[in-house]
């Protein structure tokens, strides 16, 4: 059985042998998104200085692969508008983010990554930085129209007219809305539907099961962030290959299960599992 983690991060704790665990918990197939520049020690300067967050990431993701099937999604944190920001302007963040953006494309056309990931704060931040962000989003999704290929979001707190907006985004770009795929989604699979935006469910509480009842337009992913000081956060890597064992107690079947973890993944990111 195919079981897909879509969202996860090993960078400083378990590293792999998160990875090990998922993988014995019954996972096969994961995506691991890149972090905010100064988890890889760089300070960036400008958009080429990701280069270096990049390329770590991808030697994660290679050595990933010994354990399970790894996919890259290389993002610039919506966050970093903030922290680039206060050292050198929130407009030469945001040069530097979407140039960023721009190489995070390329490496997706030479097949080294899967997606790009972009997205806004989810604090509040003031009109002006507001604004900006939403340019550096639109810039993501330009990228990924360009390559062709899907833009996971970190954004605000799901409502439907935040999602309603960002689909229009996407619509005024001329990217497909089933190429964006909010991470850290609720289970609220026939509202996204009728937004066409694809979510990311995250994998806690009663949410699969929530979101299985509505249908099988979704993927799942734990945010798993690898911290020491929060050993489970967002999740542990253990909880999508558990959660989706137990779709299958609740009557659902492994028809199902193919459809979320394989041909949703495929369909999404162009790739074949
Ligand atoms: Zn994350």
Redesign the pocket.
């Known amino acids: 059985m195919i079981i897909t983690d879509n969202?996860?991060?090993l960078y400083r704790h378990l590293k792999l042998e998160a990875l090990e665990e998922f993988k014995k918990a019954g996972g096969t197939h994961v995506l691991l998104?890149s972090?905010l520049a100064h988890h890889y020690d760089v300070s960036p300067k400008s958009g080429r200085d990701y280069v270096k967050v990049f390329e770590e990431h991808l030697s994660l993701v290679r050595k990933a692969n010994k354990i399970v099937k790894a996919y890259a999604v290389l993002?610039v944190h919506p966050a970093e508008i903030t922290i680039i920001g206060s050292r050198l302007g929130f407009e030469k963040a945001t040069e530097i983010m979407k140039e960023a953006l721009e190489i995070a494309g390329e490496y997706v056309a030479k097949g080294e990554a899967v997606a790009i990931?972009s997205g806004r704060p989810h604090y509040r931040v003031d009109s002006h930085v507001w604004k900006l962000s939403n340019e550096v989003m639109r810039h993501a999704f330009e990228v990924a129209k360009e390559v062709g290929c899907a833009v996971q979001l970190?954004t605000e707190s799901y409502s439907f007219e935040m999602a309603m907006e960002i689909a229009k985004i996407a619509d005024e770009v001329g990217l497909k809305r089933e190429k964006v795929v909010k991470?850290?989604s609720p289970p609220k699979v026939k509202e996204f539907e009728e937004i066409g935006i694809f979510p990311s469910v995250l994998a806690g509480n009663d949410n699969v099961l929530t979101a299985a009842k509505q249908g099988s337009r979704f993927v799942l992913?734990t945010?798993?962030?690898d911290d020491p000081k929060r050993p489970g956060a967002?999740l542990g890597p253990k909880t999508v290959p558990r959660k989706v064992k137990e779709l299958l107690k609740h009557g659902f079947d492994e028809d199902f299960i193919y459809k979320i973890c394989k041909e949703n993944i495929e369909k999404i990111y162009g790739i074949e599992l």
Do not use: A, R, S, T
């Open positions: 969202h996860m991060h998104v972090l993002g990931k970190h991470h850290f992913e945010d798993y962030i967002v």
